[in-house]
T-cell receptor
Framework: DTGVSQDPRHKITKRGQNVTFRCDPI?????LYWYRQTLGQGPEFLTY????????KSRLLSDRFSAERPKGSFSTLEIQRTEQGDSAMYLC???????????FGSGTRLTVV | KQEVTQIPAALSVPEGENLVLNCSFT??????LQWFRQDPGKGLTSLLL?????REQTSGRLNASLDKSSGRSTLYIAASQPGDSATYLC????????FGAGTRLTVKP
């Protein structure tokens, strides 16, 4: 097991385009989290899954954002009609339970031009 | 909603100094408090996890403490080295951990 994997590492897109990111958690972890981080700030919570169920969504997750975790394994985060304000690092983390802390992936850096 | 604050925002010290980073949180009903390190442009690396029932954890030159009653945690770094230069983040919460903005540490040779 090589930890949490995120793909792609970098994405440059034109404003208005749709983008999708993928996260593969540690295999035995049933919880998966998405965060967004802008320059100089700490990560901001977006959403989390327990198995395939999306149990919480932040108000930051506007209608243009959607996340899925089919079959409780990998997860995707899609942003529709991207805006320049969406430019950020998108981080994925997984955990075995809320008692054992998070393991983060390397993130996907999105630049909207 | 949990709010996490880290002080100072930035810290510069000469190599060899011992230092303390501070983290405060508003909701004491937490499961965990976790400290992370982040290098520029990279993801987060977990340093120490303190579970709710614990008061401190140690790993090498790092020691983290947790005082739930006062809503505070500290990260102590002994004998700092230039390689310790990074941003240090604390996170607290239950199913949706919330982060502080981090302390940017620079250790000068």
């Amino acid at each position: 097991d090589t930890g949490v994997s995120q793909d792609p590492r970098h994405k440059i897109t034109k404003r208005g385009q749709n983008v999708t990111f993928r996260c593969d958690p540690i295999s035995e972890h049933n919880r998966l989290y998405w965060y967004r981080q802008t320059l100089g700030q700490g990560p901001e919570f977006l959403t989390y899954f327990q198995n395939e169920a999306q149990l919480e969504k932040s108000r930051l997750l506007s209608d243009r954002f959607s996340a899925e975790r089919p079959k409780g394994s990998f997860s995707t985060l899609e942003i529709q009609r991207t805006e320049q304000g969406d430019s950020a690092m998108y981080l994925c983390a997984s955990s075995f339970s809320s008692l054992y802390g998070y393991t983060f992936g390397s993130g996907t850096r999105l630049t909207v031009v | 909603k949990q709010e996490v604050t880290q002080i100072p925002a930035a810290l510069s010290v000469p190599e060899g100094e011992n230092l303390v980073l501070n983290c405060s949180f508003t909701d004491s009903a937490i499961y965990n408090l976790q400290w992370f390190r982040q290098d520029p442009g990279k993801g987060l690396t977990s340093l120490l996890l303190i579970q709710s029932s614990q008061r401190e954890q140690t790993s090498g030159r790092l020691n983290a403490s947790l005082d739930k009653s006062s809503g505070r945690s500290t990260l102590y770094i002994a004998a700092s080295q230039p390689g310790d230069s990074a941003t240090y983040l604390c996170a607290s919460g239950n199913n949706d951990m919330r982060f502080g903005a981090g302390t940017r540490l620079t250790v000068k040779p």
